[in-house]
């Protein structure tokens, strides 16, 4: 990574997850308000950036409250010399180019399937694949899943480089939200 152009700095406390899932070593980060209006939109949004000096790059989740949240694995609170309950100093900036994002195996099948589909999707922009995957990948239960699944191709099958109806910023809807804090 090189140098970044720092848009954003501040110090913020790093906190446990209630809820970590099958891995418990990370930590996460709710950016400042100030920070995220920093930050080209609500949605995911991928920075580069420093935590402790250590540099690193991330997708920012939006936290439902017009701001966003930062994961922070095990391996970079080690680089970065913290551990939860520390405050961390961290310096943020957009990319320059958001990067393509991880297209789930399931949706790539449905993707293959509709060839009207797949051609309207290669040619969407970057942030609108962003949205539609976050979109799909948000669903609660499986068969939510597969039905936004099934829609996303119809969508794109007609037309549609969007995905309608959906805030990915969760601030409408409450969607999305920041990890819950666990005790030190």
């Not at 090189?2 to 996460?28: M, Q």
């Not at 961290?90 to 320059?96: F, G, T």
């Not at 994002?101 to 922009?125: G, H, N, Y």
Request: charge should be neutral; include cysteine; proline fraction near 7%.
């Amino acid at each position: 990574m090189t140098t970044i152009d720092v848009k954003s700095r501040f110090e913020a406390k790093l906190l446990r997850p209630a809820k970590p899932g099958d891995d418990k070593s990370w930590a996460f980060v709710v950016l400042p308000k100030e920070a995220s209006d920093q930050l080209p939109r609500r949605g995911r949004t991928t920075v580069e950036g420093t935590i402790n000096g250590q540099p690193f790059q991330a997708t920012l989740e939006p936290d439902g409250q017009l701001s966003h949240w930062l994961q922070v694995s095990s391996a970079l609170l080690d680089a970065a010399g913290a551990v939860v309950g520390d405050i961390v100093t961290l310096e943020l900036a957009p990319v320059k180019k958001e990067p393509e994002p991880d297209v789930p195996a399931d949706f790539q099948e449905a993707l293959a399937a509709a060839p009207e589909a797949r051609t309207v999707w290669i040619d969407t922009t970057t942030l609108a694949r962003v949205d539609w995957i976050h979109w799909i990948t948000s669903a609660k239960q499986l068969k939510t899943r597969a039905k936004r699944i099934a829609d996303a191709c119809d969508m794109l099958a007609s037309g549609k480089k969007h995905v309608c109806c959906f805030d990915p910023s969760g601030y409408y809807s409450k969607a999305f939200r920041a990890p819950e804090a666990g005790s030190l």
